[in-house]
């Protein structure tokens, strides 16, 4: 296995570095992997994961690629003031682009969580390149800064997520807030967020059905793009992730995802884990997930069918 | 320079901000060098196999790396908390340390691995995270998503910076950021072993409330350690 550190991009100030088999190994009948960090986490990703994935990937033949995009971590800043939206799919294409001429691969797997599911997503959809995404804790990333549809949906949230509190606080909990702690104001917040919910659901149901349909089409169009060009989703969500829930139950349902295309998108649930996969079982479940998921990818490349329904 | 990292999450939060010191620094014409510890970052090694034995060794190791590189003679550390107090430790044992500038550094072990279990306790309630069953008392086994190994539990009970005997610098600049450095009176103790000390309080609360990447050291902050180099190093 070799690492290496590079700069690249059209001005050269992208700071990645490239994982991947030593050269006896080197295969180019597989995909490459790009690896998509959330937020301003840098290239190293949540608790240093995208290190562990990217060696772990590399051990099975693949060759990986994480960066920072700019701004963020060691690459250096923009100066052509494009919004963050464009500029992360640009340059996500830019790492494409470099792996293209210096690995000689020419199809690529994204993997993103968060705000990176987000960015491997939107660039799925504009670059046939992609063959597969893997989008962890993705539903509520998938369509950028969109401020009316994330309003909109936190307020449909709420509800959900004041019913999960009850329903996941322990008797204990509850004591301890009451009498112990004191904690009227926790108390007051979780009984408001509920009064709050109930009445943003009445106000979804009465007036923001046709909002909400906008974007159910959108993304119903948006699968099907993906579902014509052969490319895999796979969604891993978090079972703590109440407003990334209720965006999934929104967005991703019969309606959007025709039945048969259920194998190209299929969805798992790390139980037990909040939005942030902050405890060390849930990274571990979340890696063995996707190199599991990667494998059947690898698998796929080398099927006779998958040969065929690419030169079609 | 060689900048030293914090561990676990304030790595996280920190780790752009190492960047646009470096850049500052390297403007002013220092060669500089940041790495990460084993274990860490882009480093080789597993994140429970970091300790603070290997992490002091690799203090040596960049040190001598920048001195050969760079063909310097002499060497100033940068650390933001525990990556202070590594600076500290290593100052203190090789005497080969010019300056060292210090950004909230980490004085008490033990009260430091303290914090650390209360950052974890918040974070399982706000996030209504089930971890495994814990006795009562015993420190967590992992703290925002990093693991805490016992070594590392008992290398970190072992800090105690007041505890130091040799001069780790000749000079040091101590920047404070409202995390409490007077507990234990460390300045005076660095004073009474003959250091030549520079503050400088910003009142920013720096590591409160920040995720991975937030945390951006004032420009303020950066040209007072600029101009403080160049006291020494016109």
Not at chain 1, 20 to 30: D, K, L, Q, Y
Not at chain 2, 56 to 81: H, P, Y
Not at chain 2, 125 to 130: F, R, V
Not at chain 2, 136 to 165: A, C, R, Y
């Amino acid at each position: 296995m070799k690492e290496e550190a590079v700069l690249f991009g059209q001005t050269g100030s992208l700071v990645g570095i490239v994982t991947g088999p030593s050269e006896t190994e080197t295969t180019n009948r597989f995909p490459a992997v790009i690896l998509l960090s959330p937020g301003r986490v840098h290239h190293v990703g949540p608790y240093r994961l995208y290190v562990r994935l990217a060696r772990n990937l590399a051990a099975m033949g693949l060759t990986v690629f994480r960066f920072d995009l700019s701004g963020i971590g060691d690459s250096g800043i923009r100066t052509d003031h494009l919004p963050f939206d464009q500029s992360a799919v640009i340059e996500t294409q830019e790492a494409m682009s470099y792996l293209q001429a210096t690995r000689k691969v020419d199809r690529f797997i994204l993997i993103g969580i968060c705000s990176g599911a987000g960015i491997s997503y939107r660039t799925a959809l504009c670059d046939s390149r992609v063959m597969g995404a893997v989008l962890i804790s993705a539903s509520i990333n998938l369509y950028g800064n969109d401020d009316v549809l994330s309003n909109y949906i936190e307020r449909c949230g709420k509800i959900r997520y004041g019913w999960r509190l009850l329903r996941s606080s322990r008797i204990e909990d509850w004591v301890r807030l009451v009498v112990e702690r004191l904690d009227f104001k926790k108390i007051i917040q979780i009984c408001m967020t509920m009064v709050i919910g109930v009445w943003y659901q009445m106000e979804r149901l009465l007036w923001n059905r046709k909002r909400e349909s906008a974007y159910i089409n959108k993304c119903e169009a948006d699968f099907r793009v993906l579902n014509e060009r052969g490319v895999h989703l796979f969604l891993i969500n978090s079972e703590n992730d109440f407003l990334g829930a209720e965006y999934h139950n929104m967005l991703i349902n019969k309606q959007t995802y025709p039945m048969e295309a259920e194998a190209e998108l299929q969805v798992e649930l790390v139980k037990g884990s909040d939005y942030n996969l902050s405890l060390n079982k849930n990274q571990e479940h979340l890696l063995k997930i996707i190199l599991n998921r990667i494998q059947g990818f690898i698998e796929l490349c080398q099927s006779p069918f998958h040969h065929q329904r690419n030169s079609e | 320079m060689v900048l030293c990292y914090p561990m676990g999450y304030e790595y996280m939060q920190s780790h752009r901000s190492y960047r646009r010191i470096a850049d500052r620094l390297a403007g002013e014409g220092y060669p500089v060098l940041r790495f990460d510890f084993y274990g860490c970052g882009d480093s080789d090694g597993d994140m429970d196999q970091g300790h603070i034995s290997q992490w002091r060794k690799d203090i040596e190791t960049a040190v001598d790396q920048i001195k050969k590189k760079s063909e310097v003679s002499r060497v100033c550390l940068v650390g933001f908390r525990l990556g202070g107090t590594l600076s500290i430790m290593h100052g203190s044992s090789h005497g080969n340390i010019d300056r060292i500038i210090l950004l909230d550094p980490v004085i008490n072990g033990k009260n430091y691995l303290g914090e650390l279990a209360d950052i974890h306790e918040s974070l399982l309630s706000d996030s209504h995270l089930t971890p495994g069953p814990r006795p009562k008392n015993q420190l967590p086994s992992e703290v925002q998503g990093f693991p805490l190994t016992d070594v590392m539990i008992t290398d970190l009970m072992n800090i105690d910076l007041l505890g130091t005997v040799q001069k780790p610098a000749d000079n040091i600049l101590i920047i404070k950021s409202g995390a409490d450095l007077a507990k234990g009176n460390f300045v005076e103790h660095l004073e009474t072993m003959g250091v030549r000390l520079s503050h400088l309080f910003s009142d920013s609360g720096l590591w409160k409330d920040r995720q991975a990447g937030e945390i951006l050291v004032p420009v303020k902050v950066l040209e007072v350690m600029a101009s403080w180099m160049s006291e020494v190093y016109p």
